[in-house]
Structure formats: C-alpha cells, structure tokens
C-alpha cells in the first residue's frame, strides 16, 4: 500500500514538471515570435524610411500650398514615387509635430525620408516658384526695372541700395576680394554696376522683399564665378606703353564693354585684341556702347547724336582715354573668357555687319572702306 502511494506520488510529480516545461517552452515561443515579429516591425518601417532609389539624385520638384496639411503632403510625395509609406510619413511628421513651410521645394528618390522631411520644414528651402534672370549685358537700370516687376522691391529701393555706402562697405568685410575701395569712387554712376551675375535667381519668402539679400546673392555669384576667372588672366596690361597691374574692377569694365560690343563667339577675342591694342598706344577705345550709357539710354534707343559723341562725361570713351569709371554692364563668361584669351594681332579698328560678323582693320582709311561695304547708308568721315 505504502509503495503504491509512493509511485502515484512520482507520477503526479513527473506529469507536473512535463506541464512546468510545456509551459516554459510555451513562454519561450511566444516570447521568441513576438521579439523576432518586433525585429521584422522595425525592419520594414527601416526600410519604409529609406530612398525609393539610393542612385537616383535628379530633383523633383514638390508644391506645398497653404492648404495642405501632413496628410496631403504625403499623398503628394507617394504619388511622384518620393516615399515609400505615406502613412509612416504622417506618422513621422505628426510625433515630430514638424512645421510644413509653404514653397516648392526640390527633392530626389536618394533621400531619405528624415532628409525630406527636413527639406520641407527648412524655410531657406522653399521657394515660391518665381525667379528672375539677369540677362548678359543688362544693366543697373534694366535689372532694377525688372526686379521691380517680379519682387515687392520697387525701382527707386534697388537703385539707392546698389549705392548705398554702408551696404558696400558690407559687401568688403564678406566679399574682399571682388568688392573693394575701387567702388567708393564718386566718378561711378552705380557703385554695383557689373558686379550683379547675369544667372536666374529664385525668388522665396527670404528675398522677394529684402533688396539687400537679393543684391547680396547676385554679388556673390559674382564671386564664385568672376574671381577664379580674374586669377586666370595675366593681370598685366601694357596702358600707355607701360605694363600696368589690373585689378578686378578694372576685370570686370572692360569685360562689360566686350560684353557690349561682342558678335559672334568666333570674333570676340579679336575685338578684345583691338581693345588692348589701342589702350598699348594711348588710343580712346571708341566704343559706342560707352557712349549710350554715358547718355544714360540704350543702345536699341536710336543712333549715337554728334552732342551725345562729344559729351563730357567720364564714361564716354571718345573723348576719354583709357578705360571708363567702372562696368556699363553685367559681363557673361563668354566675354571674361575673350580677355582671357585675347587674341594678338595689329588691328586697331572693327565694325559689324548686318550679319554680326566683325571686320578688323590696320588703319581708319581701312576701316572707312570696310564700312562702306558692310554697313549701309555709310558716309565716309574724309579723315
């Protein structure tokens, strides 16, 4: 009787520690599945996250309008193939309690999701769709006209700003190497003229209405573009017989005037060459273009009156020698490019035909000659 109890006993025991450890490898399961289902969770809301295509930076252009909340903004970005999930972006934005900045913005499938979020909540990174071009061989007057049509800034602001002493003499302190004491002088009409880049500017919440940040971006494309241009010129041009350090601002003036006077690509070293050849000899540059603004007017204005040749003013390279005050006009590349590489040659004198081509003469009776062939209606000086 006692040995029967005593193994009842033993089965009772062994079928509770069967039950114990069914239990423990039913805990262990269940714990394992749900730490690997967590694993899987993160896993994929990771790979939610990350570029539709790691290898693909083209930008896309992305419109947020003052209506459109996480949700739209979302939908937006999922149907131009930006986001993986819009429903972890408005996850995303919403515990972020992100702020959405109203513009268009330029986003690529390399980005990351936290990357696009960070573009759209970054209000340098909105622009509002507009922007303005500076057009190669505009002028102060031109440009501000211009700005005036497409900006809250109104002509009379942009004017007195490109001479307004105290934003100059910032222009130095961030710009010293384009911006220098050349433009304090009061011989200049527009302190800026020729240092505002002829490039497309955006125009956003930051620029639309602050002149001074919108000066400060076309100056400083200026910089990036016209300095290491100017460190590739020899720097040293014979003025008068004498071999004369030039500076940037004497760069930039007489860039603008090829940028004036240029015709075909094929002819503007030439024209540069006709130039420093007459500067090598004391010789007036005579160039119309100089004259036009020193008349303050156009060049599609009408043609050149004797009063307008014979004006005093300092711009006017028929009665001035050597280089004018200071720029006539915002230079492109191209013409930067031509002083770069100025061709060497001994012709003094060039004129356009109606085609654009340039004629290059030795000597003014040559020239007289060329002109009454290409140009019509031409009447001989008698000089």
Not at 215 to 243: C, H, R
Not at 344 to 361: P, T
Request: glycine letters at 4%.
């Amino acid at each position: 009787m006692k040995e029967e109890k005593i193994r009842r006993r033993e089965e009772l025991r062994k079928k509770n520690r069967i039950k114990k450890n069914k239990g423990k490898e039913l805990i262990s399961l269940i714990t394992i599945s749900v730490m690997l289902f967590i694993i899987a969770l993160l896993s994929y809301t990771y790979y939610l996250t990350t570029p539709v295509d790691k290898d693909n930076s083209q930008k896309i252009a992305v419109e947020v309008k003052e209506s459109y909340g996480a949700s739209k903004i979302s939908d937006v970005l999922y149907e131009k193939d930006l986001i993986k999930s819009p429903t972890l972006f408005k996850i995303y934005s919403r515990l972020g309690g992100e702020e959405f900045y109203v513009g268009q913005f330029e986003i690529s499938k390399s980005m990351k999701m936290s990357e696009i979020i960070d573009v759209l909540t970054t209000k340098e990174k909105a622009s509002s769709g507009k922007s303005i071009s500076v057009i190669e061989g505009e002028n102060i007057k031109q440009i501000a006209k211009k700005v005036s049509q497409f900006t809250e800034i109104s002509e009379e602001q942009f004017i007195t700003k490109v001479n307004d002493q105290e934003f100059i003499n910032k222009l130095k302190k961030e710009f010293p190497d384009l911006i220098t004491n050349e433009l304090d002088s009061p011989n200049l009409k527009y302190k800026l003229e020729g240092y505002l880049y002829p490039a497309k500017y955006n125009l956003d919440q930051t620029n639309i209405n602050n002149v001074e940040l919108l000066i400060k971006q076309m100056v400083a494309t200026t910089n990036s573009k016209v300095i290491p241009l100017y460190q590739k010129n020899n720097k040293v041009w014979n003025i008068g017989g004498i071999n004369k350090n030039i500076t940037i601002h004497d760069y930039i003036t007489m860039a603008s005037i090829l940028e004036k006077e240029s015709t075909v690509n094929a002819d503007n070293n030439s024209i540069a060459g006709v130039f420093m050849n007459r500067l090598a000899i004391s010789m007036p540059l005579q160039t119309d273009p100089t004259v036009y603004y020193s008349a303050n007017r156009l060049q599609s204005s009408g043609a050149i009156t004797i009063q307008e040749l014979q004006g005093r003013d300092l711009y006017n390279t028929y009665v001035h020698y050597g280089l004018p005050p200071g720029p006539i006009a915002s230079p492109s590349e191209l013409s930067y490019n031509a002083l770069n590489n100025v061709e060497k040659h001994d012709y003094k004198y060039f004129l356009h035909a109606k085609d654009g081509k340039a004629y290059f003469a030795k000597t003014y009776q040559e020239h007289e000659e060329l002109a009454k062939k290409y140009i019509e209606g031409y009447v001989a000086s008698g000089s």
